[in-house]
């Protein structure tokens, strides 16, 4: 049962990550490289989803799969709807489907979907098709343009009291859209310093987005050096 794919998953985890090798699509052995969450942010990130009842995840970015195995424990724990992954690089050489194939092995696909397209693209469809996410997390291009994009459609997808997780917060660009996000999108830090790297938000209802007060709807943020 799910006790049972849950036990098993995180041993498969372990193991990835105590011998920094996988498999690949086809089954072969290749290094891992500094790609992946660490372990312990795997836990945390697992441990967030759980402590929120997160029923459906979504991520961008999705490497080697570990923190998407990590959400996709999670949502087996509290019952959820499924976990999605936007990554169109995921057959490249670099990858090679690793993180497909620990998915499978993990016994996790039941509740897993793959996107392979760019999330400036995929992001856009999602919100016209209606879809909501209750903790999105940001691990994608670390540029500062795809990252406030992600950022922006992850605030449009998630309801009041949503998550939205970035990883490496120590980069200023991921630390100026937060701000941005705080000062003109009116999202709260979540109290959480289980994981250094990780910036984690919550969706308000205090935002500075009325359209029909757009001579007075920003606020100045701070840029991060």
Sequence with gaps: GCRRIVTGA???IDRFYATRRTENIRGETIP??????????GRALLQL???NGVRRSLEIGFSFGMSTSHL???NHVVGGEGHTAIDPFQLSDYYQGAGLKNIYNQNLGSRFGWIAGLSN???PSLLERGQRFDLVFIDGSHLFSDTFIDAYYAYQLTPVGGLIVFDDKYLAAVRTV???LRTNFGCVDYPYHRAKDFGVMVKTDKSRLDWTKFDTEFAPFSVAT
Excluded: F
Aim: proline share 4%.
């Design 178 to 180: 937060m701000n941005i």
């Design 49 to 51: 989803a759980i402590e």
């Design 121 to 123: 693209v995929v992001l």
């Design 10 to 12: 995180l041993a498969h």
């Design 72 to 74: 996709l424990v999670a």
């Design 32 to 41: 891992v490289t500094a790609s992946p969450i660490s372990g312990d942010e």
